[in-house]
């Protein structure tokens, strides 16, 4: 039959691969699949594929510049494409299967400037909990150290999720930007004043 799952460490230890081309039919990429394949500068994921999970650390540390995500991928875990050299992510819009990225999972993508994110997105943060049992929502680790990092968009449509100005923002339940969760570290500011109006609907500011 078809393979529709690549495992955990499949290709481990195999520094020599620079390319690989997914197969349509795969649906699940699992932990460490990829993981510290420093070599790895190309992935081709078909339009029309079947992907719906990327497992933790997936890609860690491989050699990928840029990378389509097809439309019926639903969850990014832990880390999967932290410590690579992003510069570009297109997550291709038109499917209805909520996404949810796991904490840290484009952290230190040091090259990476611009990330637009779908309409799909349903959760992006990473649940913490204190000393106190006090649990606290912590958005911020999501794209730890990415260090270029200039504008997180949300793309129209989104339920959840919104920006201003390339700064990642929370709706409430009747679609106001409630919250401003994430201002990436080289966020210039909108226009050439660099300023930017945060909205009254806003009650909070992390």
Same mark, same amino acid.
């Given at each position: 039959g078809s393979v529709t799952e690549i495992g955990a460490y499949a290709f481990d230890f195999?520094?020599?691969? $620079?390319?690989? $081309?997914?197969?349509a039919n795969i649906s699940v990429i699992g932990d460490f699949t990829f993981s510290g394949l420093t070599g790895l500068a190309t992935v081709n994921i078909p339009a029309d594929a079947q992907l719906t999970q990327v497992g933790m650390s997936? %890609?860690? #540390?491989?050699?990928?510049s840029q990378i389509t995500l097809n439309e019926g991928l639903t969850f990014i875990g832990e880390r999967a494409f932290a410590l690579t050299k992003l510069t570009t992510i297109t997550f291709t819009e038109g499917g209805t299967a909520s996404l949810k990225l796991n904490k840290e999972a484009f952290k230190s993508c040091s090259a990476l400037t611009t990330i637009p994110l779908p309409a799909r997105l349903d959760e992006a943060y990473e649940v913490m909990t204190t000393a106190g049992g006090l649990q606290l929502t912590n958005f911020s680790t999501l794209f730890a150290s990415c260090s270029a990092l200039k504008y997180v968009y949300?793309? *129209?449509?989104?339920?959840?999720? *919104? *920006?201003?100005?390339?700064? %990642?923002?929370? #709706?409430?339940?009747?679609?106001?930007?409630?919250?401003?969760? %994430?201002?990436?570290?080289?966020?210039?500011?909108?226009?050439? $004043? #660099? $300023?930017?109006?945060?909205?009254?609907?806003?009650? #909070?500011? *992390?």
């Open positions: 195999c520094y020599s691969l $620079t390319e690989i $081309t997914l197969p997936a %890609f860690y #540390k491989t050699g990928i949300v793309n *129209d449509g989104c339920a959840k999720y *919104d *920006d201003i100005g390339g700064i %990642f923002c929370e #709706k409430d339940a009747t679609g106001n930007i409630a919250r401003v969760i %994430f201002c990436p570290v080289k966020n210039p500011g909108a226009g050439t $004043t #660099k $300023t930017v109006t945060i909205p009254y609907t806003v009650t #909070k500011v *992390d």
